[in-house]
């Protein structure tokens, strides 16, 4: 399914999709199905594709990591599109292993990785020592957050001085109130921390989790593209000469209660503190 939603437009503008997929039990098949959606979100014009938190499974050792940024970087640079990515692992050249969502542009060269803070729902284990970091991109400046970096009340301050023009919350749904929650949050953090906030999720089962599927994308406190309950790609033109300049305007949001209640369970049962 394809579900392409227009914004009024001037000269300035990005053509963005995003990928709302199912995970595939066999990894090769899971990243071969991918790269058809990335295939036919190119055809509808996408320049900047955004993928959610998990997309390449629950199993992805620091060996697969670098296997899934070596094929991704190749359909990028094939389909001259630019990816955002969800989770990867890997190891530095001190050996120690780490998890980054990755910035490849349309020619396969990672321009820039954002280290996670608290670890993706994939990889049941918390970290303390990631960092927030802006990434330039066609899009403007952009901040990444992983399902729990999403909820955690304590780096909204982080977001503020960081001033990022996008945010993308990689964030997986599984059960309506909490869908409501997640868009109350990105609506929010659409008026008073950036200018859009894309929600980028997973559909169907993972591990012993089921995901509703809770894609959209908030511009300007407006819900301006929202996917079914289903696969799909959406593809949306988001025109940077409309992002407000806020000059200091920005601020804090109020994070729903059930995602604080989230935020701290998931880390109990992740292990942290």
């Known amino acids: 399914m394809v579900l ?19 995970i595939l039990d066999n990894f090769d098949e899971n990243l071969s199905s991918l790269s058809e959606k990335i295939k036919e979100a190119v055809s509808y014009g996408a320049e900047v594709i955004c993928l959610s938190e998990c997309f390449a499974g629950e199993d992805i050792s620091p060996e697969r990591g670098a296997k899934v940024l070596d094929f991704l970087s190749k359909v990028a640079s094939k389909n001259k599109v630019s990816i955002i990515t969800g989770n990867v692992i890997f190891s530095n050249p001190e050996g120690e292993t780490k998890e980054f969502s990755a910035v490849i542009n349309r020619t396969g060269k990672i321009i820039g990785l954002q280290e996670k803070i608290s670890s993706p729902f994939c990889s049941n284990k918390v970290t303390e020592d990631g960092k927030l970091n802006l990434i330039d991109t066609d899009l403007g400046k952009i ?5 729990l970096d999403c909820i955690d009340g304590s ?72 996917a079914a309950g289903n696969e799909s790609v959406m593809v949306v ?20 209660d059930l995602l604080k209640q989230k935020f701290e369970r998931e880390r109990y049962l992740a292990g942290g503190i």
């Not at 939603?5 to 963005?16: N, R």
């Not at 012993?208 to 593209?225: H, K, M, P, W, Y």
């Not at 305007?249 to 994070?255: A, D, Q, W, Y």
């Open 4 to 22: 392409i939603t227009y914004v009024i437009t001037s000269e300035v503008f990005v053509k963005l999709a995003v990928i709302q997929q199912k």
């Open 143 to 147: 901040i990444i957050l992983s399902q």
């Open 155 to 226: 780096i909204e301050e982080e977001i503020i001085s960081l001033e990022p023009d996008l945010i993308v919350m990689q964030f997986s749904s599984v059960s309506l109130l909490e869908s409501e929650a997640v868009k109350e949050l990105a609506l929010s953090r659409s008026l008073g921390e950036a200018n859009v906030v894309i929600t980028a999720s997973l559909v169907g089962k993972i591990g012993d989790r089921v995901c509703l599927g809770n894609s959209f994308i908030a511009f300007q406190g407006e819900i301006i593209t929202e």
């Open 237 to 256: 033109e988001l025109d940077s000469s409309r992002f407000f300049k806020y000059k200091g305007l920005r601020e804090t949001v109020v994070m729903p």
